[in-house]
């Protein structure tokens, strides 16, 4: 039902929730999407080991224009490569360890505007971060405030305006309707669900 690019934290939605920066010009839009992080030189060719955060590593091919760090610089991608869970990546310009190595530690961000378009019925999690969460009932339970990524399925945290969070798995017995225009989501609540 989601996707991740802090294009899924498996961390983008979770990312951005946890402050890291996100360029918004608008309130609920952000203008970078974060897709990896950057870890440690790798080789004598200006190649660094990048940890994936998106469910489109494919878009991270050579000649696309990628943005890093806080600042984000612009750096265009010369090659990349698997490396188990990870990418081998270098960028124009960076053609040695010591220079690969100053991007040390720096988020990986594309345009949220180049995001690629998901199926009806799946979202980023950026997306639905904030949004009004309803009961099929009509009770209003809160707003959705983080998604854990699991293997198995996503779990929306939902915030009362008082109480304790409630825990909703991102399956389709649950998640009934996401409305993005009414920033509404109506859901059915299995027994167990809300917290005693």
Avoid at 3 to 31: I, N, V
Avoid at 128 to 141: F, K, M, R
């Amino acid at each position: 039902m989601t996707s991740s690019e802090t294009d899924s934290l498996s961390t983008e939605g979770a990312l951005l929730q946890q402050g890291q920066p996100a360029g918004s010009p608008l309130e609920d839009e952000p203008a970078f999407l974060v897709v990896g992080k950057l870890r440690r030189p790798h080789g004598v060719r200006g190649e660094i080991v990048m940890e994936i955060f998106t469910d489109f590593p494919e878009r991270l091919r050579p000649g696309v224009i990628v943005f890093v760090g806080e600042r984000h610089q612009r750096l265009r991608i010369r090659s990349r490569r698997p490396n188990g869970g990870t990418l081998l990546i270098a960028f124009d310009g960076f053609t040695d360890p010591e220079s690969a190595g100053t991007l040390r530690n720096n988020l990986v961000f594309v345009r949220a505007d180049d995001r690629p378009p998901l199926p009806d019925g799946e979202y980023y999690h950026h997306q639905l971060l904030g949004i009004t969460v309803v009961s099929d009932e009509g009770q209003e339970l809160g707003k959705l405030v983080e998604i854990l990524a699991n293997p198995a399925n996503d779990v929306y945290i939902i915030q009362p305006e008082a109480g304790r969070e409630i825990l909703l798995p991102a399956i389709k017995s649950v998640i009934l309707n996401v409305d993005l225009t009414q920033n509404r989501m109506q859901v059915h609540l299995l027994p167990g669900l809300l917290p005693e």
